[in-house]
Antibody, heavy 119, light 110 residues
């Protein structure tokens, strides 16, 4: 079965760079059409799509955050890494990674990891 | 890209039907049949309920159905049950080859 799990720091200081890792199993990111995305949700607020990386290394970013985001993959380790620069308290959120199969939707989600930005 | 617009809250009594709207533009909802819906219970990850406007993943109750007209997509829950009380989010593919989520709707079962 497909599972995903996010890992990374729970607390980062303003201006620092956040690095999150999504470790997955049950599928390969070298399979044609497959992608892994990142989505975040500030406490009590809505979901926000951040980035997506495809099996062929094509990458897509949220236009509003594009300058701060980088998404990469390590197919051999079954991992996807998201980095976000210049963190601010408004970036405090639960960050999810999710599997995108052949469709344009996320069918499997990780449990999420809460990242707090505070000095 | 702006978030898709959903009503903040919708409520209904057990057994009733409710409909949640999701309004976008011709660059997202109206331009593609790639609208999906997610259910999220408190403290839990979102769960896919509908994809490609009206398709249900295996295991999702047939009480959930989706449709689209122009720039507005809709999720209907029929035979409302207590377990349906949750937040619901729509999502759409966009002309920039990105995805966008809706503002979210809290469903309350009275």
């Amino acid at each position: 079965q497909i599972t995903l799990k996010e890992s990374g720091p729970t607390l980062v200081k303003p201006t620092q760079t956040l690095t999150l890792t999504c470790t997955f199993s049950g599928f390969s990111l070298s399979t044609s059409g497959v992608g892994v995305g990142w989505i975040r949700q500030p406490p009590g607020k809505a979901l926000e799509w951040l980035a997506l990386i495809y099996w062929d290394d094509d990458k897509r970013y949220s236009p509003s955050l594009k300058s701060r985001l980088t998404i990469t993959k390590d197919t051999s380790k079954n991992q996807v890494v998201l980095t976000m620069t210049n963190m601010d308290p408004v970036d405090t959120a639960t960050y999810y990674c999710a599997h995108r199969g052949l469709g344009k939707y996320f069918d499997y989600w990780g449990q999420g990891t809460l990242v707090t930005v505070s000095s | 890209q702006s978030a898709l617009t959903q009503p903040a809250s919708v409520s209904g009594s057990p057994g009733q039907s409710i409909t949640i709207s999701c309004t976008g533009t011709s660059s997202d909802v109206g331009g593609y049949n790639y609208v999906s819906w997610y259910q999220q219970h408190p403290g839990k990850a979102p769960k896919l309920m509908i994809y490609d406007v009206s398709n249900r993943p295996s295991g999702v109750s047939n009480r959930f159905s989706g449709s689209k007209s122009g720039n507005t997509a809709s999720l209907t829950i029929s035979g409302l049950q207590a377990e349906d009380e949750a937040d619901y989010y729509c999502s759409s593919y966009t002309s920039s080859s990105t995805l966008v989520f809706g503002t979210g709707t809290k469903v309350t079962v009275l």
